[in-house]
């Protein structure tokens, strides 16, 4: 049973700051790549950040210099630190981990992130 858990969601101003955890349980962590994804109201699903097994990461460019990813193996978690939030990082954000020699993808159920004044 693989399966994962976000928290760290909520309503900020433009400005403002918020961090994502994500929570794997289940499986051997170190195998997978994590990533975040986001969906806003009338777009398509997209990738935000993601950081590979053995610490590289990759990141929208509409994001970059702003929010940092990062994975801790011992705990089997995987952060996203956003700052400068903007009313355009509204959306819902998924935690994802892919497994892809397997070809195994799972998602997380979600968790809202909403910036407005």
């Known amino acids: 049973q693989v399966q994962l858990v976000e928290s760290g969601g909520g309503s900020v101003q433009p400005g403002g700051s918020l961090r994502l955890s994500c929570a794997l349980s289940?499986?051997?962590?170190?195998?997978?790549?994590m990533g975040w994804y986001r969906q806003a109201p009338g777009k398509q699903r997209e990738l935000v950040a993601a950081?590979?097994?053995?610490?590289?990461?990759n990141y929208a460019d509409s994001v970059k210099g702003r929010f940092t990813i990062s994975r801790n193996n011992a705990k089997k978690t995987a952060d996203l630190q956003m700052n400068s939030l903007k009313p355009e990082d509204t959306a819902v954000y998924y935690c994802?981990?892919?497994?892809?020699?397997?070809?195994?993808?799972?998602w997380g159920q979600g968790t809202q992130v909403t910036v407005s004044s």
């Open positions: 994802n981990a892919a497994h892809i020699t397997a070809g195994y993808v799972y």
């Open positions: 289940g499986s051997v962590f170190p195998i997978y790549q």
């Open positions: 950081v590979t097994p053995s610490g590289s990461t």
